[in-house]
């Protein structure tokens, strides 16, 4: 079931009124339920596995907790690794079947919490109704953000009964995610789209507005979809990490990777970076771990050359600019650094949405051959990457949560409105499938 979908809003309508009248005790079992209802659409085989993966983590922390010596440990926290990732690749890189929804991110979440119990830094979850909604709670179920078991669980535990502020505060996320997705994203790929699948017959100009349109398009969807997941999860009270820290305000693509799909990023650093980066930093280390770390991301897309390709492109930059700054060499910041780091991200989003490195190489060659012709371009999609632009810089310095809770029942009812009504007249009709369905 997509957030953007006909059916979403009335079945998150319906949960959120029978919540009301669920006994506290039971409130972690109707919401374990109500995600099975959720996720019941993705198919008998999908939700086998998603029950797989929750056993495996379950047992696996449980075991943990019980084995005293290091070197037991790591052999458990290896083989539950193992079977993990296992299913995870016959899936996604072997192609044993359709790929089940969501699994990326819920394998992911699942390791992290096998991974802390392994450390030491949490106990196991001994209670399996609890481990299990932490897993499949519906709203980050599908696309994230990848929780970890320490900040998640505790809210889950405690659920409280429906409160005004948090349902004001989670439909004003979902209107937003669904402005973002229906007015803003839907538009931008209609242009994007075609120009990354046929680029061999497009103007120069095009091609070069395609590029940014592409990374404003990967923005608005995805961040969209966290937007009605926060939303969706504050309705409950529950508050969930931030995925998206205002990347496209980033003057260096050190900062982007900061701001960008934040809950990926810090996974791969807490996991992987940081057990390797050492105590003593040197070029070779600043190489090799970057390079690993944001291979990694790519390959966490697919088994593609286009995504490894895109994940090394940006190891590479990243470890360049680290190496700069090692060396006490001056990079550009303010308006030309955030220039220079949009022009590179929108450049490096191509291989993301074409074919293949193929497709991408020819274009590039087209873009640089400063071809004239083409289709003229829409004016909504330039208005869209301003108006875009605009709301993030007015976002960086206006604190609108607080804009928000000061604003009163009417001015939070008009604003409600017209997120509505700008739904209305200007969203658009499409499958409501969002990018990140893919991974």
């Keep these: 079931?997509?957030?953007?979908?006909?059916?979403?809003?009335?079945?998150?309508?319906?949960?959120?009124?029978?919540?009301?009248?669920?006994?506290?005790?039971?409130?972690?079992?109707?919401?374990?339920?109500?995600?099975?209802?959720?996720?019941?659409?993705?198919?008998?085989?999908?939700?086998?596995?998603?029950?797989?993966?929750?056993?495996?983590?379950?047992?696996?922390?449980?075991?943990?907790?019980?084995?005293?010596?290091?070197?037991?440990?790591?052999?458990?926290?290896?083989?539950?690794?193992?079977?993990?990732?296992?299913?995870?690749?016959?899936?996604?890189?072997?192609?044993?079947?359709?790929?089940?929804?969501?699994?990326?991110?819920?394998?992911?979440?699942?390791?992290?919490?096998?991974?802390?119990?392994?450390?030491?830094?949490?106990?196991?979850?001994?209670?399996?109704?609890?481990?299990?909604?932490?897993?499949?709670?519906?709203?980050?179920?599908?696309?994230?953000?990848?929780?970890?078991?320490?900040?998640?669980?505790?809210?889950?535990?405690?659920?409280?009964?429906?409160?005004?502020?948090?349902?004001?505060?989670?439909?004003?996320?979902?209107?937003?995610?669904?402005?973002?997705?229906?007015?803003?994203?839907?538009?931008?790929?209609?242009?994007?789209?075609?120009?990354?699948?046929?680029?061999?017959?497009?103007?120069?100009?095009?091609?070069?507005?395609?590029?940014?349109?592409?990374?404003?398009?990967?923005?608005?969807?995805?961040?969209?979809?966290?937007?009605?997941?926060?939303?969706?999860?504050?309705?409950?009270?529950?508050?969930?990490?931030?995925?998206?820290?205002?990347?496209?305000?980033?003057?260096?693509?050190?900062e982007f990777w900061q701001r960008w799909h934040v809950t990926l990023v810090d996974w791969i650093r807490d996991y992987v970076y940081s057990p390797l980066a050492g105590r003593r930093l040197t070029h070779a280390s600043i190489w090799r771990n970057n390079l690993l770390a944001l291979s990694l991301v790519g390959l966490w897309h697919g088994a593609s050359a286009k995504y490894l390709a895109w994940g090394l492109l940006n190891g590479a930059l990243v470890s360049a600019y680290h190496s700069a700054r090692l060396a006490r060499v001056r990079v550009p910041r303010g308006i030309p650094g955030w220039a220079l780091t949009m022009a590179i991200a929108s450049a490096l989003i191509v291989a993301f949405f074409t074919a293949d490195l193929a497709s991408a190489g020819r274009y590039f060659a087209r873009l640089a051959s400063m071809e004239g012709g083409g289709d003229p371009i829409p004016l909504a999609v330039p208005a869209l990457l301003l108006g875009g632009l605009a709301v993030q810089l007015v976002a960086a310095r206006v604190d609108l949560e607080r804009v928000w809770s000061r604003a009163g029942a009417l001015g939070r009812s008009a604003a409600l409105a017209g997120g509505v009504a700008s739904l209305a007249l200007w969203g658009a009709s499409g499958s409501g499938a969002f990018v990140y369905f893919a991974f």
């Design 1 to 254: 079931m997509s957030f953007a979908s006909l059916e979403y809003l009335p079945f998150l309508a319906f949960v959120v009124g029978a919540f009301a009248f669920v006994p506290a005790r039971l409130r972690a079992a109707f919401l374990l339920v109500a995600s099975a209802w959720f996720y019941a659409d993705a198919g008998t085989v999908a939700c086998a596995v998603l029950a797989a993966q929750t056993a495996i983590g379950y047992a696996s922390g449980l075991v943990l907790a019980r084995v005293s010596s290091a070197r037991a440990r790591r052999i458990v926290l290896a083989a539950s690794v193992a079977c993990l990732l296992g299913v995870l690749a016959a899936f996604k890189y072997a192609h044993v079947g359709p790929l089940p929804l969501g699994i990326s991110f819920y394998t992911f979440a699942v390791l992290g919490s096998v991974a802390d119990v392994s450390r030491r830094t949490i106990a196991p979850v001994r209670d399996p109704i609890e481990y299990a909604l932490f897993v499949a709670f519906f709203p980050v179920l599908v696309c994230g953000p990848i929780e970890r078991v320490g900040h998640l669980l505790p809210q889950l535990r405690s659920l409280r009964q429906l409160a005004l502020d948090d349902v004001s505060v989670g439909a004003r996320r979902i209107v937003c995610g669904l402005v973002k997705k229906l007015v803003v994203a839907e538009r931008l790929g209609a242009f994007a789209l075609p120009i990354a699948a046929r680029p061999d017959d497009r103007s120069s100009l095009e091609l070069a507005l395609g590029s940014v349109a592409m990374l404003g398009y990967l923005y608005a969807d995805f961040s969209a979809y966290t937007d009605i997941a926060r939303g969706s999860a504050r309705l409950f009270g529950v508050e969930l990490l931030l995925n998206f820290r205002r990347p496209l305000l980033s003057t260096t693509l050190v």
